[in-house]
C-alpha cells in the first residue's frame, strides 16, 4: 500500500509540539494533568441547574372589618357580585385581600342556647366574598359557631365545596390553626387566624382541640403563639388576624396588649383584629404594624361611630411593612361607601388620631 510522504515541515512542527508537551505520569490520566485549581473552581464551572433567589419585591394587602348578611344584607346575596357594594373595587385592586366573616355557614342548626344575637348566612355568601375580590376569610370569632355543631359541619362542608379559603376553623385544633399560606412577589405569605372573644359557656364546645372540631382560640396562647413561631420557620411575612377587644370600647385593652406583645416576640410581623363595632387605633409596636380595631364593614346595623369603616391597606416586603394606606368610608344600607372629598380627608386624620390611647408609632 503506498503511503503519503510527510513533508519536512510538518514533520518538524510535530516534533516540535512531542518536545513543548509536559511528560505525564505513569498512570495520569489526562483529566488529571489538568490544573486542579480551574476544574474545581465554582466559577470556571457552573452548575447548568444552579436557578438565582427570586428576588422578593413589594405587595400590598387590605383588610375589612366584620362581616355577616343578616337582616337587610341577606337580599344582597340574590346578587352575589355586588353584594359587598362599592368597597369591592378597593379589595381587587390589592394583590390580597382579607375580612372578618362574623357568621356560621348554613341554612340549618339550633341557635347557640343563650345568646341574644345568633348569624347564620348560605353559602352564598362565600361567593359573594370571591366576587367581590376577598381572597380569605376568618371565622375565628364569637359567632363562627352560633349554630353549634350541626352549623359547624355545615360550615366546614361548604367552605370544602366552594374552595374558598377559610381560617381560623376547622375539623380540628391542627386545622383550624393552620395559615394560609401564599407567595406574592416573591414573599412567602403565611397568615394564621384566632378569637379571644367567646362567650364563658361556649369557650370549651367551641375550641378546637386535636380530636375535636371547632375555633382556633387565642385564649389557648400556647398554641396560638406555637402556630406563629412554626410559621415563621418558613415566611417572609407572618400575619395574626384577631378577633378582640371590647365591644365599643375605642382603646385596646389589656389583655390585647399583652397579646400583641407576645405575638410579636413569637414572630409574628403584622396583627390585625376586630369585634369592638368601632375603629381602634393602627400603628407600630417595637418595630411591627399593629391594627386593634377594624370595626364594622358588612354589617345590618350602624350608627355614628358604628358606621365608621374602612379598608386598611399595606404595602409589605418580607417582615417590613413600607407604608400603611387607610380608605375611609361609611355603612349605608349595609355596606361600606367609600367617602370623597373634605369628608375622606378628616375621616383619614380621624383614624391617624386613633392610635395615641393605643400607644403605637406613625412609623
Not at 503519503?4 to 511528560?23: H, R
Not at 485549581?37 to 427570586?54: E, I
Not at 384566632?194 to 375550641?207: G, K, M, N, R, Y
Not at 372629598?341 to 380621624?350: E, K, L, S, W
Request: proline letters at 6%; aromatic letters at 6%; a positive charge.
Amino acid at each position: 500500500m503506498l503511503r503519503a510522504p510527510v513533508s519536512k515541515g510538518l514533520l518538524a512542527g510535530l516534533l516540535a509540539v512531542l518536545v513543548a508537551a509536559p511528560a505525564c505520569s505513569a498512570g495520569q490520566s489526562d483529566a488529571d494533568s489538568q490544573p486542579r485549581r480551574v476544574r474545581n473552581s465554582a466559577a470556571a464551572d457552573p452548575s447548568p441547574t444552579a436557578k438565582p433567589k427570586p428576588q422578593r419585591r413589594p405587595y400590598t394587602i387590605s383588610f375589612g372589618g366584620d362581616v355577616h348578611f343578616e337582616g337587610l344584607l341577606r337580599p344582597r346575596l340574590n346578587n352575589p357580585r355586588t353584594a359587598l357594594g362599592p368597597i369591592a373595587s378597593v379589595l381587587r385592586a390589592s394583590d390580597l385581600s382579607m375580612i372578618n366573616l362574623e357568621t356560621a355557614i348554613t341554612t340549618g342548626g339550633t341557635p347557640a342556647p343563650g345568646k341574644q344575637y345568633t348569624f347564620r348566612a348560605p353559602p352564598s355568601a362565600l361567593t359573594a366574598l370571591k366576587a367581590a375580590g376577598v381572597d380569605v376569610a376568618s371565622m375565628a370569632n364569637n359567632h363562627g359557631m352560633d349554630y353549634m355543631e350541626t352549623g359547624l359541619r355545615d360550615s366546614l362542608a361548604a367552605i370544602k365545596r366552594s374552595r374558598f379559603p377559610v381560617i381560623g376553623i376547622g375539623r380540628n385544633a391542627a386545622e383550624a390553626y393552620r395559615p394560609y399560606r401564599k407567595v406574592i412577589n416573591g414573599n412567602r405569605v403565611s397568615i394564621i387566624a384566632a378569637t379571644q372573644v367567646l362567650d364563658a359557656e361556649f369557650i370549651q364546645s367551641w375550641t378546637a382541640t386535636d380530636t375535636k372540631g371547632g375555633l382556633a382560640s387565642a385564649k389557648n396562647e400556647s398554641r396560638l403563639l406555637a402556630a406563629v413561631r412554626a410559621a415563621r420557620r418558613n415566611s417572609d411575612t407572618v400575619i395574626v388576624h384577631l378577633h378582640w377587644g371590647t365591644e365599643l370600647v375605642g382603646c385596646p385593652t389589656p389583655m390585647q396588649r399583652d397579646l400583641a406583645v407576645k405575638l410579636i416576640r413569637a414572630g409574628a410581623d403584622v396583627i390585625v383584629g376586630g369585634h369592638a363595632h368601632i375603629l381602634l387605633g393602627s400603628g407600630y409596636l417595637s418595630g411591627r404594624y399593629v391594627n386593634y380595631g377594624m370595626g364594622n364593614f358588612v354589617f345590618y346595623n350602624w350608627g355614628p361611630e358604628t358606621g365608621t369603616t374602612g379598608v386598611l391597606t399595606l404595602t409589605i416586603n418580607g417582615r417590613k411593612v413600607l407604608k400603611d394606606t387607610w380608605t375611609p368610608a361609611r355603612i349605608n344600607g349595609g355596606v361600606p361607601v367609600p367617602l370623597t372629598g373634605t369628608a375622606r380627608t378628616q375621616a383619614i386624620r380621624d383614624w391617624k388620631a386613633l392610635r395615641t390611647c393605643a400607644g403605637l408609632d406613625s412609623g
